[in-house]
């Protein structure tokens, strides 16, 4: 399937996007920066879902995710949403607000069904959205977090300590679990190398245990389909057993969750069409290239079923 592609963003930007051949249009409803991919010939109100894709700490505009939706008939816009003009500079008291006006560019492209797509913190903010904004019918959470965890780098003040939440809503701080900063990394490790920091998670829930409960993310709250995809090999943080807990909250509520786990995917699953993800020089995710593949390509059929509201979820795990 054919796919158009526009880019928002600051002009420099769009010089640069024009150089590449892409499109570039000015600040749209609110979108400081983004990518937007859907199919080919016709409007965009021929596309009657709209998915909202969000990155993880990386912070990264997920293009290559995006043109995946398109080919299967859908819009697709992601957008930076911390780390850009007039954001925060971290992942810190980050307004879940700010994803409201991406949300209405879907809807005043015509999207009548729309879904959320993140990963990693990404996937702590789509699930979030679900519970607070109307009018999302779909999450998708890859490597998911059962909690609010607190920030991950400065907020506008340009600190990153004392620990505050992620997020706010209507000018309020989220609940969240702060970080023990006694933790260390295993000993042996070769210096200077990538770092596994899920022992850190591991060791603040037992720290802050206290914490957990206000914490949580409350999904049983949620009206939106969910789909939670989680690796058992993880080496960033428990997102297998979050996304337990977070199916145990569903299915206590009598509401319907579907779970689609690997035992040796780590926390970077890759879709059907996507590269491998790279190395990185900072952090251990675990999984191999193929378990990573496998989980994606498991993962494929349940996300699109409930992005497009096809079929209803069933329960699994």
Not at 152 to 169: C, F, K
Not at 172 to 199: I, N, T, Y
Not at 233 to 258: H, T
Request: with cysteine; charged share 20%.
């Amino acid at each position: 399937m054919h796919i158009v592609e526009r880019t928002f963003g600051d002009p420099g930007e769009g010089a640069r996007e024009a150089a590449r051949g892409t499109p570039h249009e000015a600040l749209c409803q609110g979108v400081r920066e983004g990518f937007l991919a859907r199919p080919a010939g016709g409007p965009v109100s021929g596309c009657e879902v709209g998915v909202l894709v969000l990155s993880g700490s990386s912070g990264r505009i997920e293009e290559e995710r995006c043109r995946l939706l398109a080919r299967e008939g859908m819009a697709a816009l992601s957008i930076r949403w911390f780390g850009g003009s007039g954001q925060p500079p971290g992942i810190c008291e980050v307004p879940l607000e700010t994803f409201e006006s991406a949300i209405g560019v879907l809807r005043a492209g015509g999207a009548r069904r729309i879904g959320v797509l993140g990963t990693s913190k990404g996937a702590e903010a789509a699930l979030h959205l679900s519970v607070h904004l109307p009018g999302v019918d779909a999450v998708v959470a890859l490597s998911p977090t059962s909690v609010t965890w607190a920030n991950v780098g400065p907020g506008r003040d340009g600190q990153a300590r004392p620990y505050r939440s992620s997020w706010t809503w209507r000018g309020r701080p989220l609940p969240f679990v702060p970080l023990d900063d006694s933790w260390a990394p295993a000993p042996g490790r070769p210096e200077g190398g990538p770092v596994a920091v899920l022992g850190w998670y591991e060791q603040s829930r037992r720290t802050y245990a206290d914490r957990v409960d206000a914490a949580g993310i409350p999904v049983e709250r949620s009206g939106a389909e969910l789909v939670l995809v989680a690796g058992g090999d993880d080496e960033m943080w428990p997102s297998l057993r979050s996304a337990e807990e977070l199916a145990a909250r569903r299915r206590a509520a009598g509401l319907p969750v579907r779970v689609v786990s690997g035992p040796d995917a780590g926390h970077r699953p890759r879709l059907p069409g996507e590269g491998p993800a790279p190395a990185s020089t900072q952090f251990l995710y675990g999984g191999s290239t193929a378990a990573d593949a496998a989980l994606g390509a498991a993962a494929w059929p349940h996300m699109l079923d409930a992005l497009r509201g096809t079929r209803a979820p069933a329960e699994g795990a």
